[in-house]
Structures are given as C-alpha cells and as structure tokens.
C-alpha cells in the first residue's frame, strides 16, 4: 500500500483570527470547511490556543494538528493557521503582512478599539490577504 497522500488544495491558510487579550474573538475566518465547521468549535479552538500563547514569547505552535504562527500587540492577538505539513516562513509571511496592512489601516494606532471602529476595512483586507 502506498504512503497516504492529502489532497493539493489552494489553502495555504487555514484560518485566521484577530482575539483580545481576554482570548475573546475580535474578527475570524476560516477558509477550510473541514476543520472547526461550526462556530463553537472555532471559538473553543481559539481559547485553547489563546490559552496556550498569550503568556508565551515564541511565536509559533502546534495545536490540534495546525501550525499556527502569532503576534501580539497592545490588546491584540493576530494568528495565522496552516496545515501541520505547511512552511512556516510563508505562514509568518502572511501574519506579518495581515498585521503591517492592519496597522496601516488603522494610522499604527493597532488597538482593539480602532480594529472594531474599522472592521469592515480590517474584515476586507482579511480577505485580500487570502
């Protein structure tokens, strides 16, 4: 029997998603279907892996079989989910670049106030990214 091969998919990213440093969502999407298909599964994945890095200084984890690279800032928690098998570097060029078009968005004022006054141009640059 051959070695199992996963299916190519488009989706580098997984998911991504923006908490507040209580580990409540701010903005998240996920681009699999597959994994976390229902809201309370998401929202249960994320406080674990709020959990598991608001306290921590490194800025990548496994978790329930996702790489997933972060970055925290004043309030904020931005995360970037892949596949176990995904690159790193291009998870972390996409956290950086989510967090670089956010911050400019917002005038380099990143906090939770401003992401929620605008979220509609957060939730769209999001989706550009992807």
């Given at each position: 029997?051959?070695?199992?091969?996963?299916?190519?998919?488009?989706?580098?990213?997984?998911?991504?998603?923006?908490?507040?440093?209580?580990?409540?969502?701010?903005?998240?999407?996920?681009?699999?279907?597959?994994?976390?298909?229902?809201?309370?599964?998401?929202?249960?994945?994320?406080?674990?892996?709020?959990?598991?890095?608001?306290?921590?200084?490194?800025?990548?984890i496994m978790l329930d079989g996702l790489t997933c690279v972060y970055r925290s800032n004043v309030d904020l928690f931005?995360?970037?989910?892949?596949?176990?098998?995904?690159?790193?570097?291009?998870?972390?060029?996409?956290?950086?670049?989510?967090?670089?078009?956010?911050?400019?968005?917002?005038?380099?004022?990143?906090?939770?106030?401003?992401?929620?006054?605008?979220?509609?141009?957060?939730?769209?640059?999001?989706?550009?990214?992807?």
């Open positions: 029997m051959e070695g199992l091969l996963l299916e190519p998919t488009l989706y580098t990213v997984k998911g991504i998603a923006i908490l507040d440093n209580d580990g409540n969502r701010i903005l998240a999407k996920y681009y699999d279907k597959n994994i976390f298909p229902t809201v309370k599964e998401q929202k249960t994945f994320e406080k674990n892996l709020f959990n598991k890095t608001h306290r921590a200084n490194a800025e990548i931005f995360y970037v989910m892949g596949s176990s098998q995904e690159n790193e570097l291009i998870l972390m060029s996409i956290l950086n670049c989510l967090y670089d078009s956010v911050s400019q968005i917002l005038r380099k004022n990143v906090e939770k106030r401003a992401v929620l006054e605008s979220l509609d141009v957060v939730m769209l640059a999001m989706d550009e990214i992807c």
